[in-house]
């Protein structure tokens, strides 16, 4: 009983942050039955199995064999100013727009690359490959590939751009906190129900030397409710001190909530294709 409840626990696991995972350690265990009953090593033969099962899905998924939505650039290859920020997006993949979406980030990305002569734009968490309607935890609204995080542009506190560096490993929670004056309407709220995380114990892995390039992202959001527009961008969520710290005034530019995840470390576009 105690092992049918941990691969219960396994395959639950794997869909929610994978998606496709479950299926393969089903498939795993399903070969496993078929053809190693005898072994010893049982362990390491799952394991072996659903590397082998997983890792061959998820590079036929990203081969757009498959699915219908669009993979996001998961390593440059000289061909697209835009990439994964790491490689777990891929590995996990949570990597997949509509073609709309890819669309509207690759004009995005050759847009600032042409204006900025050597930038990178990095994508965060976009969507699954499947089933409009699947969550992809722990966001509230990632679920039809209309949806994607980028992360921000930095440079170092001498002024220099850094090509492809991010504030944190995973592009995320790196924040960029209100100065004084600047808007907090979150200030002095407290509520259990919330997204918004202040993420104190991962400040150790963000490195201090980096800021957000504010000319560059700017740029980008300017790029997005204007011509973005015009490529089925809707919506960006952003924190209110950067909206104003930045200057935009345009409506598309909303802030998230205050039970929703802080939106001063990336920006969150939603689109209509």
């Excluded at 560096?165 to 592009?171: I, N, R």
């Excluded at 892995?205 to 809707?234: I, N, P």
């Excluded at 802080?262 to 969150?268: G, N």
Aim: proline share 5%; hydrophobic share 40%.
């Amino acid at each position: 009983m105690l092992r049918l409840l941990g691969h219960g626990l396994a395959v639950l696991l794997l869909t929610l942050v994978t998606q496709i995972g479950g299926l393969a350690w089903l498939a795993a265990l399903l070969l496993r039955r078929l053809l190693f009953r005898g072994s010893r090593r049982r362990g390491l033969v799952l394991l072996a199995l659903f590397a082998l099962l997983y890792g061959g899905a998820t590079v036929a998924l990203d081969a757009g064999t498959v699915t219908k939505r669009a993979s996001l650039p998961c390593w440059e290859d000289g061909r697209h100013p835009f990439v994964a920020a790491s490689p777990i997006y891929c590995l996990l993949n949570r990597h997949y727009v509509t073609p709309g979406t890819y669309g509207a980030v690759a004009s995005l990305a050759a847009r600032m690359n042409e204006r900025f002569p050597g930038t990178l734009t990095q994508t965060l968490d976009a969507g699954f490959p499947f089933l409009t309607g699947f969550p992809l935890l722990p966001h509230i609204s990632h679920d039809d590939g209309r949806k994607l995080d980028l992360a921000f542009y930095y440079r170092d506190r001498q002024g220099r751009y850094r090509r492809g560096a991010l504030a944190s490993p995973l592009g995320y929670w790196g924040f960029t906190p209100p100065g004084p004056g600047e808007p907090q309407p979150c200030a002095g709220t407290a509520n259990w129900a919330t997204l918004r995380w202040d993420m104190g114990w991962f400040h150790l892995l963000v490195d201090d030397d980096l800021v957000m390039d504010a000319e560059r992202t700017k740029a980008a959001l300017q790029w997005l409710t204007t011509d973005g527009s015009r490529h089925g961008v809707t919506r960006l969520l952003l924190e209110p001190h950067l909206k104003s710290r930045l200057g935009l005034a345009s409506n598309s530019v909303r802030f998230q909530g205050c039970r929703a995840a802080r939106h001063d470390d990336h920006i969150h576009i939603e689109s209509r294709y």
